[in-house]
């Protein structure tokens, strides 16, 4: 089916039903009850799981298959960001033309860069990459406030030409839309106890995520993706063959960049904005961070990954010490205060220290990331699995 | 000519900086062949030593002075730290006003046992794991030590002041005959490039003049070798890690006064430091030197108001845009040696 063996169909159609699913799955506790905060199943938070998991399925198909690490990637998702608002502004509030743009732009941007950058590799190649983010971030703040808004970010106006439609009616900011279907509107289903909220905007992003996907499995397994794998593990002996690896390596380079660009522009239709922290070299960072806790070079892993750094962000980073104190309640009080102040360090404020002792653990212990433990763990219970039916073939005999 | 000079002299401190760390991380890099992303946060680390020393040198108790009132009618409490109470005023005071100098003292101990601690417990088990594998869990590891700084001292910059004495700017321009007033500089600045220089000065000797030093080099050129003449060469690179981490650790005690400390000050120096470490040639010691003072001065350079009416921004991207035409002009960096991270 569309091209894809019969494992892949199936993580496709696992990954679309998981995403389809998500206002339910995220929000498995009652509204109003003590775990009620740990409830993502908001729109909000949603569109940055989707997004992002597409920024790390993009990054993957550069690091995990050719294992170039960029460290300036961020610089395409603020590019891509840009170009999205200035389409806002010039010509339609249309969310299609601002995500080509978005695509297209970081797409040639990455297209520069990446010829200059590959032409070294390794750590050098790490560094030239954070050195062009670095420069678009430092030009984006200062000398190109014309184009970028500088410190305050690029935002809508209402005297914004927007040739197609028209100039906005009744002093309202129009919002980014898909043929009349608005981003933010959203509708909400109350089961019960239960409030689950659908939003378009989310639904709009999945669908591009799900696109995304499917189009990272086919360069996974395509002749492709077998040369970009060939860079990686010998690139010697991949020029011996008398195949030049650097045009393999600008493609996937170039696609990679378009993933981000294409994620900047669906953050930019959600919510019309762009900032240059954006291409900050936290934010590249915090691409690879996703990627690496995930597993590299694996599908489903990028995706896990920004589910799980933008699930702490911005749920962890709320738990603060009364709610801490709330759940310890059933504790002697001396203790109470002692696993309170356990705790309190990793989480709230300093949700950053979880997130890098989880990410050096893993980089330690599992260099291929949470898939990698995850097979770990379904290995565990298979040869488990596989003990006791030995075990009960043995023991038959034995009656 | 009087505006380059005070490029020249603005662009020292910075420059002291970068080079400092650049060189820890080059010393790290050509004696373990890894690539240290943690080394800015040895160099917050240092920066607040400095700051907890002045925080235990203020540790003080109140005494309530019955002649004097404070603005509520109240009778005053004076705050006298420990140290004036023990040493009398005189001693006591100028221990607490030497206090950014004396952390050097402290800091040393303490950054040779974190460098150590580093790599016996952590990096030791990277050096067979490929160069991203030892970026990626540096890059964690200085994450954490950030966020554990930050738990301890918040988010806010401190300010630690030098000592009084040098606390003015000196008129470096009376010097060299011109008026007064056209080139002053911070007397704390020439404090930090003198001592930048030495703590150089004393790396480099100590690798050319000792016999340790000796054993570090030929290790750094064939470690194989060095081990089947029965050297116990691991030992020495460990120490040598200590010893890098203990010049980063100093650059940041010395830095407090010019630049409040915060918990993110490594990351931000981090960033700088390994395109110095590029530009100079990776494994190159004179090379991360040469290369911290030149993009130090470059960047003073760049921040001209002449030169950015020419070339708007110039001063933002100058770095970047240096490392990057160096990086493709001359690939090994400006004194590389051959064979080193060449893949």
Known sequence: MFGLGKKDVTLLLIVTALTMLAPFLLNPFPEGSAMAQFNAGYPDLMQRFVIFGIFAIGFNILFGLTGYLSFGHAAFLGVGSYAAVWMFKLLSMNVLPAILLAVATSGLFALVIGFVSLRRSGIYFSILTLAFAQMSYALAYSVLTPITGGETGLQLALDDPRILDGAAEGGNIPTPGLFGLEMNDSTQLVMGNWVFTFSIGYYFSAFIMLLAFYMAIRIFRSPFGMMLRAIKSNNTRMTYTGLNARPYALAAFVISGMYAGLAGGLMASMDPLAGAERMFWTASGEVVLMTILGGVGTLIGPVLGAGMIKYMENIVSKINSDILHTWFAFLPDGLEDLVVTMIYPFVGKGWHLTLGLMFMLVVIFLPGGLVQGGQKIARLFRRKKTDDAKKSTQSTPAE | ?????????????????????????????????????????????????????????????????????????????????????????????????????????????????????????????????????????????????????????????????????????????????????????????????????????????????????????????????????????????????????????????????????????????????????????????????????LLGILESFASMGVIIDLLPGINQIIIYLVAIIILLTRPRGLMGRKGVMED
């Open chain 2, 1 to 293: 000519m009087d505006a380059i000079i005070l490029q020249i002299l603005n662009g020292l401190d910075k420059g002291s900086a970068y080079a400092l760390i650049a060189l820890g991380l080059t010393l790290i890099f050509g004696t373990l062949g890894v690539v240290n992303f943690a080394h800015g946060a040895l160099f917050m680390i240092g920066a607040f030593c400095a700051v907890t020393l002045s925080r235990i040198l203020n540790v003080s108790f109140e005494t309530v002075d019955p002649t004097k009132t404070d603005f509520l009618g109240n009778p005053a409490k004076i705050k006298t730290t420990y140290i004036e109470h023990w040493l009398g005023p005189d001693l006591g005071g100028s221990i607490l006003d030497w206090g950014v100098p004396l952390a050097i003292l402290f800091a040393i101990p303490i950054m040779i046992a974190v460098g150590v601690l580093m790599e016996r417990g952590l990096i030791k088990h990277f050096y067979k794991r490929p160069h991203a594998d030892q970026i990626l869990v540096t890059f964690g590891l200085a994450i954490v030590l950030q966020e554990i700084i930050k738990y301890f001292y918040g988010a806010n910059p401190i300010p630690t002041p030098a000592p009084d004495v040098f606390r003015g700017s000196f008129d470096f321009g009376t010097l060299i005959g011109y008026e007064a007033n056209q080139i002053i500089y911070p007397y704390w600045r020439l404090v930090y490039f003198a001592f930048a220089a030495m703590i150089i000065g004393a790396v480099f000797a100590f690798l050319q003049f000792t016999t340790f030093g000796m054993v570090v080099r030929a290790g750094m050129a064939d470690r194989e070798t060095v081990q089947l003449l029965g050297i116990n060469i691991d030992k020495r690179f460990t120490i040598m890690f200590g010893i890098a981490a203990a010049v980063a650790g100093l650059a940041g005690v010395m830095y407090v006064p010019i630049n409040p400390p915060n918990y993110h000050m490594g990351m931000d120096f981090l960033v700088l430091s390994f395109v110095v470490v590029v530009v100079g040639g990776m494994g190159s010691l004179p090379g991360a030197v040469f290369a911290g003072f």
